[in-house]
């Protein structure tokens, strides 16, 4: 921009040039995921498994209380049989997984595959706790394990959106053996872990270390493995973690999980 300053001395007159205080550009360019138009499709399973557990926990909470009848939700019978949302999510999952081996596909068609596939994963996990039982515990305490599995899915799931490369380096080279060994360690971390008691933060520390070694440093649970073994000789440790783990912080813990997924009862759904 050229401003020709007014005077009546001509060698007054200097051109100044004044630049633009805000550059605008003609088209605004905002990537996301691998194109402008998707998201990754890491992301969209992780959104499709987490609407669909919410979804899915409230359904199941209206056909408990009975005030789901009135829009026509309940229990889906087939020939007398209760049929279990888990029965659905696992026929999702079969299905996308033959579609994603014998196509590969790509861009969009990869981004709905993979929301899909993860609404079949919400469907399968929010009953994890009834295939580990084999019996039907859906609102029993022992249905609060299928809060932790989804919980834990979310987490490897979320952690995974950015992408992650957990060997790097040629095969051989001093990159490849070193991921190899913070691989080997940190599963190392993880293992104890879940000696200690901890299932869920075993879990997680697959994917962020850092909780798997909080997890390996603390306290052990009372009655793990490691409480059983390590702690039999050392009555300090023994009553620290009992302090620990008390009643209070399995009550919190607790009432987090029926917040999500509601307050279990002896009462089974038919």
């Known amino acids: 921009m050229r401003v020709q300053a007014a005077s009546t001395a001509p060698w007054l007159a200097f051109p100044l040039r004044i630049p633009p205080l805000v550059k605008i550009p ?9 194109s402008d138009l998707s998201l990754r499709p890491m992301m969209w399973m992780f959104l499709a498994i987490l609407v669909t557990f919410l979804i899915t926990r ?35 999952i079969i299905g996308t997984g033959i579609v994603l081996v014998s196509q ?3 861009g969009a068609a990869l981004d709905a595959a993979a929301a899909v596939f993860g609404a079949g994963v919400g469907l ?13 515990v ?11 599995a989804i919980f834990c899915v979310l987490v490897i799931t ?12 040629r095969v051989g080279t001093a990159a490849w053996w070193s991921s190899v060994a913070v691989i080997a360690v940190n599963l190392l971390l993880c293992l104890i872990c879940v000696l ?3 299932v869920v933060t075993g879990v997680i520390g697959v994917v962020i270390s850092v909780v798997a070694l909080v997890g390996a440093i603390r306290l052990a649970k009372p009655g793990s493995w490691w409480a059983a073994h390590r702690y039999a000789g050392r009555p300090r440790l023994a009553s620290r973690a009992a302090r620990r783990y008390d009643r209070r912080h399995q009550q919190r813990w607790n009432w987090l999980r029926d917040l999500v997924a509601g307050a279990p009862s002896q009462e089974r759904p038919g």
């Open 26 to 34: 003609s088209r605004v360019h905002i990537p996301v995921g691998r």
């Open 138 to 148: 859906y609102w029993t305490h022992q249905g609060r394990k299928s809060v932790d």
């Open 124 to 136: 399968t996990v929010d009953e994890f706790a009834l295939w580990l039982h084999l019996e039907d």
């Open 196 to 198: 200690k008691g901890k």
């Open 58 to 92: 409230t359904v199941t909470r209206l056909i408990r209380s009975g005030g789901g009848a009135g829009a026509g939700l309940g229990n889906v019978r087939i020939a007398g049989n209760h049929v279990h949302h888990q029965v659905f999510g696992i026929l999702i």
């Open 158 to 169: 979320g952690a995974l959106i950015g992408g992650a490369d957990f060997v790097t380096g």
């Open 104 to 106: 590969t596909p790509r």
